[in-house]
């Protein structure tokens, strides 16, 4: 893929125009070792926040019903995409040939020591590891990073550096976030992975954003 950041278009556009956050935003020359994200909720958060896929702005997707709120930033990395790569990797470890990726970014969630503000932001964060994670029939990858040049965090290099008790925080967000009266989506996390594995399913992301989107790259860049 071309680097965006070089192209006179590119930049110029960017002048002009706020970049879309899946689209617009290179995921970095140094991925998946650094990754660009971008951020779309924080832990003092107690609405959902997603990215609206079309005009690429905040929404609202719905009020927390409960306590529980991310115990970190978390958002997603642009330029990636849970599609068949992604999602046979996830078939494979699972043993369960239905499963398909689910047709999104790829989900990322930021350890830091500092209080984020707010969302609709961008951070460069380095992966240490992430969750395999099944929503219904679908991969559904978390990705565990810490935010590049953190004070607390940025000496791990992989999830195993981290303490428990946060493991568990993030699992139990993750598995009860989605939570509604009578609606069981059946969301599991099946495996933990480190580093390798992550920056096996980002690169994997990559090529399925690519195949997916290779007309939209085209348009805007060649």
């Known amino acids: 893929m071309a680097d965006k950041i070089s192209d006179p278009i590119g ?18 020359d140094d991925a998946p070792e650094i990754v660009t994200s971008f951020i779309e909720v924080v832990s003092t958060d107690t609405v959902k926040y997603e990215i609206d896929k079309e005009s690429g702005y905040l929404m609202i997707d719905r009020p927390q019903k409960y306590s529980n709120v991310v115990p ?5 990395i642009p330029q990636t995409f849970c599609g068949d790569r992604v ?17 999104d970014p790829i989900d990322i969630v930021v350890l830091t020591e500092k209080s984020i503000a707010h969302g609709d932001i961008l951070v460069k964060a380095k992966p240490i590891g992430g969750f395999r994670m099944i929503d219904g029939e679908e991969a559904d990858d ?22 428990d008790i946060v493991i568990q925080r993030l699992k139990h967000y993750f598995l009860t976030y989605k939570d509604m009266p009578g609606n069981d989506r059946g969301s599991r996390i099946i495996e933990t992975y480190g580093k390798e594995e992550a920056h096996k399913v980002i690169k994997a992301s990559v090529a399925d954003y690519s195949e997916r989107f290779d007309n939209l790259d085209k348009l805007l860049y060649k």
């Open 142 to 163: 978390k990705i565990v990073a810490v935010l590049r040049n953190d004070v607390v965090y940025s000496h791990y290099n992989d999830i195993s550096d981290c303490p």
């Open 11 to 28: 930049r110029l556009m960017g002048l002009r125009y706020k970049s879309h956050p899946w689209h617009g935003v290179h995921i970095g």
């Open 72 to 76: 970190a930033i978390y958002g997603f």
């Open 87 to 103: 999602g046979q990797i996830c078939a494979n470890v699972a043993n369960e040939k239905s499963i398909k990726g689910d047709g």
